[in-house]
């Protein structure tokens, strides 16, 4: 991933178009127009042999002849002349390149990347609309009409939503920062543009329109950073359902590549949204709206109607209103009239003062865990002006001494509300027309706040439930011994014995050749009832042929049943070798929920998890919900509340809530078992039984392949790197070195409130004396793809650990470079721990390829610039800033 050059081609010196004409209605025209028209500050070139002058200026017959290297270019010629040109671009210096062209072939797209590699050249493109830049004047695209300048940027792989978005945008006059046409993007991708518009100051929020994810772990890589900067919302097409190939697993055929989409969206801190309409609703309340207060709803209206809207509009994007107590309905009785609704919808009435209004939102702010989001909608009355409610309400929404209730406002009506409604838009609190919209903006922040703390989740890839180990190396023997027998399909009995390994309880299963009295003799050795299923390599769902008979109560029932299945099977697949029985007890247990867990290959994203209701009808009720590995606890609780049978396993009437431990110890090992399993390929277990006593799996089915299509490396999100976790001996004491992770928020806090403020200030260049909850997550949260934070720490004396000190180093997109930086605790300096820190970040930094760290230090930080020194630091000084040196370690 990269994002070099990416500012010459966001916010170049000088253009050059070439293929630029004057020719009505034609690409070249519309872009020179564009560009000569648009107001560009820089020169702009017209590079055409057929034209001498173009809009009154010269025009030049080849690259070789402009006066100087253009910082971008911009292509609209035929496809065969692009590789030549991206060529001469290159040799000139120009450093970006909008490539329009359509039409290039496979290797034509490989020899212009060729052509641009040497030099650094960026490709926008090929087969694009081009971009715009409003705040530069830049429009280096075929676009129809400017975009207004904003702090929404839009990057879209759609050249035609391209000019829809902005012929929408425009009559709604929302502006835009950056509005990218990525083309068929094979240089310049989504990964990139995540990356330099996460640090654009003037990019409020980041929007996207996707068809495809390639390079799935760059891009989560990206959209991760991006995500816990700024909100990033996303349209991504292809919701419908396509039809899938026949698949080996149930999980197989429910794996649609939209429910990997959805489930990369959510563990990214991203929110995915169905329009357009809906990408510009999430966009104003995501950057104007603190995060909810959990996921209820209040709603405060002068409108008995209105509010029922709104109370309908929730129900329908289950949003849930929230449950007024006495304490506050008691608190409401004080301020309101008798007539008052006395239940959510608050209905303060129509003849409702601008006090009113105050007195009511003040009662609510006093509960908030209670009250949750504050829908707050206001019709226009005879009584009050709108205007004067607006101002009497803003100061009260920002309580001295507390924080502000999360609020969302509606202002139903035209002219009459339309200048409370700018008061509040000025005030940083979103506002909508309609209570529908206003509801689903707030849906939409509440799945944004579960998907940032989705985002926060760092889990290891190694980590079943409770602790325990698996029996990895049965698993890699058994595994190996199918693939070389030539099966890539488990027996039913040879996927129990995985899932056994993993400390997933199943039901014991034993084996029979094809013949029903030894079934029968097996099921008088298990005990009566039992179930009995037909064994063979060729049949994958053996009730779909009537292979599975339940609740045979003697050694007739099952000489009866296995005779009949033999007879039932041999008619209905001839061909199907048939291996024998598996005879196993029939569990039953009360009020229990058929569930199923299962594991495939995304083409995209590597593996992925499923969780749903399960049973034989799991395709046909498709109550399932998708998550990328690895999994924790938090994580897998967030898979399984994202399916319907959730609120089953909650328990309902006389029906006990079911262990949800147990359902989420199947899902971490799953996890695990792919982590440490790369030649599983798609697993089943259909159905875990659960119920209050517990989890217990009836079923399970397992596909290897010797392409070692799983394993930790090929997850699209890279686990916590839990190997990197060392103890050593020191000072008589056992320290401990190792990655970061989020749970270490309150001792990194309690580790950087320890520091002296002079130490912060020199490590780094830090004066405030507090910081904030978003900067201290910041420290915590970190993608180890891209960055690394060594701890060293000691056990605490009260419990837990303490932090001494950190090395951090957070690489440039390339990993040409890593900026690095140390801190320990004020009694520590000089005590060697420093060197221990370093000593760890330098083996790190050079095994992930980084090529040098670097580093900036104040002048008078005489001890960083000792301990550079020993470990083969070059300093420099820092041009410009004479107060700072610059220390380099080539790796």
């Not at 960026?122 to 409003?134: D, F, T």
């Not at 990206?222 to 991504?236: D, L, Q, S, W």
């Not at 419990?799 to 180093?809: C, I, P």
């Amino acid at each position: 991933m990269s994002i070099r050059n990416l500012d010459s081609l966001f916010d170049p010196q000088s253009v050059a178009v070439i293929g630029a004409s004057e020719r009505p209605f034609s690409v070249g025209g519309t872009l020179w127009r564009n560009m000569h028209d648009g107001g560009f500050a820089g020169p702009v070139y017209p590079v055409n042999p057929k034209h001498r002058t173009l809009s009154g200026q010269r025009c030049y017959a080849s690259v070789d002849d402009l006066p100087e290297a253009p910082e971008l270019a911009v292509i609209c010629t035929p496809a065969h002349t692009v590789v030549e040109l991206i060529g001469q671009l290159a040799a000139r210096g120009t450093r970006a390149a909008v490539v329009i062209s359509a039409g290039l072939t496979a290797e034509q797209k490989q020899a212009m990347l060729d052509a641009a590699r040497p030099s650094l050249l960026r490709v926008l493109g090929p087969n694009c609309v081009g971009l715009l830049a409003p705040h530069a004047r830049l429009n280096a695209s075929f676009a129809h009409i400017p975009a207004r300048p904003g702090e929404l940027a839009f990057v879209s792989q759609s050249g035609a939503l391209v000019t829809a978005m902005l012929d929408w945008a425009e009559a709604r006059q929302i502006g835009f920062s950056h509005f990218v046409s990525l083309g068929e993007h094979a240089d310049v991708d989504f990964g990139d543009l995540l990356d330099y518009l996460a640090s654009d100051a003037r990019t409020r929020a980041i929007l996207l329109y996707i068809e495809s994810i390639d390079q799935a772990r760059k891009f989560m890589s990206a959209a991760r950073a991006a995500a816990r900067n700024k909100p990033v919302i996303v349209i991504k097409a292809g919701r419908s359902a396509q039809g899938q190939k026949a698949a080996a697993s149930h999980t197989g055929a429910l794996a649609g590549a939209d429910d990997v989409v959805d489930a990369a969206i959510a563990r990214a801190g991203m929110l995915r949204v169905d329009s357009l309409e809906e990408l510009f609703l999430a966009a104003e309340i995501l950057t104007r709206q603190t995060a909810p207060i959990g996921d209820r709803m209040t709603i405060l209206t002068n409108g008995g109607g209105v509010g029922v809207l709104a109370a309908d509009a929730a129900a329908a994007h289950d949003v849930p209103l929230a449950e007024l107590s006495p304490a506050l309905v008691g608190a409401l009785d004080a301020v309101l009239p008798a007539n008052w609704s006395r239940g959510n919808p608050v209905d303060i009435i129509g003849d409702a003062p601008a006090q009113r209004y105050v007195d009511a939102l003040q009662a609510l702010t006093r509960h908030p865990q209670e009250v949750g989001t504050v829908l707050f909608i206001q019709a226009p009355t005879a009584i009050v002006p709108s205007t004067d409610i607006a101002r009497a309400l803003l100061p009260a929404l920002r309580p001295e001494g507390g924080a502000p209730l999360p609020l969302v406002s509606c202002w139903v009506g035209g002219p009459a509300v339309a200048e409370a409604r700018q008061l509040f838009i000025e005030a940083g609190i979103a506002s909508y027309d309609m209570p529908e919209q206003a509801v689903a903006a707030i849906a939409m922040l509440q799945a944004y706040a579960r998907n940032q703390a989705e985002l926060a989740e760092a889990p290891p890839a190694e980590q079943l439930h409770n602790g325990s180990t698996p029996d990895v190396a049965r698993v890699r023997a058994l595994v190996q011994g199918v693939l070389a027998s030539g099966r890539d399909m488990l027996t039913e009995p040879e996927a129990k014995a995985v899932c056994e390994a993993y400390h997933i309880p199943v039901v014991a299963t034993r084996t029979t050749p094809a013949d029903p009295e030894a079934a029968a003799a097996e099921a008088a050795r298990i005990g009566f009832p039992v179930v009995i299923k037909i064994l063979s390599e060729d049949i994958s769902h053996k009730s779909d042929v009537g292979g599975v008979v339940l609740n045979l109560q003697d050694e007739a029932d099952v000489r009866a049943a296995a005779s009949a299945m033999l007879a039932r099977i041999r008619k209905s697949q001839p061909k199907a070798r048939l291996d024998g029985f598996s005879v196993q007890a029939m569990v039953r247990r009360k009020q229990a929920q058929e569930l199923i867990i299962g594991a495939s290959i995304d083409p995209s994203f590597g593996p992925v998890i499923l969780f749903g209701q399960g049973g034989t009808a799991v395709e046909v009720m498709k109550d399932s919900a998708m998550a990328l590995p690895p999994l924790n606890d938090p994580l897998a609780r967030a898979l399984i509340a994202r399916t319907r049978v959730a609120r089953l396993l909650a328990g309902y009437r006389d029906v006990p809530a079911a262990d949800l431990d147990a359902v989420v110890a199947t899902l971490m090992a799953v996890s695990q078992l792919l982590a440490d399993v790369p030649e599983v390929a798609e697993l089943d277990i259909n159905p875990l039984i659960v119920n209050h006593e517990g989890a217990i799996a009836l079923d399970a089915r397992v596909r290897v392949s010797p392409r070692l299509p799983a394993g930790a490396a090929h997850f699209a999100i890279a686990p916590y790197p839990a190997q990197l976790i060392e103890t050593l001996e020191w000072k008589g004491q056992r320290l401990t070195l190792r990655p970061i992770r989020p749970e270490d928020e309150l001792q990194h806090r309690a580790f950087l409130e320890s520091l002296d403020a002079e130490d912060v200030r020199m490590r780094l260049f830090y004066s405030r004396r507090t910081m904030e909850r978003s900067e201290l997550a910041r420290l915590v949260q970190i993608d180890y793809t891209r960055e690394m934070a060594f701890i060293a720490t000691l056990p605490a004396p009260e419990g837990g650990e303490q932090t001494l000190g950190v090395a951090r180093a957070l690489a440039d997109p390339d990993n040409l470079g890593a900026e690095f930086g140390i801190i320990l605790r004020p009694e520590l300096k000089g005590s060697g721990l420093g060197r221990l820190l370093m000593d760890k970040l330098i083996r790190y930094q050079r095994g992930a390829g980084t090529q040098r760290l670097i580093a900036s230090a104040l002048v008078e930080n005489w001890r960083m610039r000792e301990l550079a020194r020993a470990l083969g630091f070059a300093e420099a000084p820092t041009p410009g800033e004479p107060d700072t040196l610059r220390l380099t370690l080539e790796l």
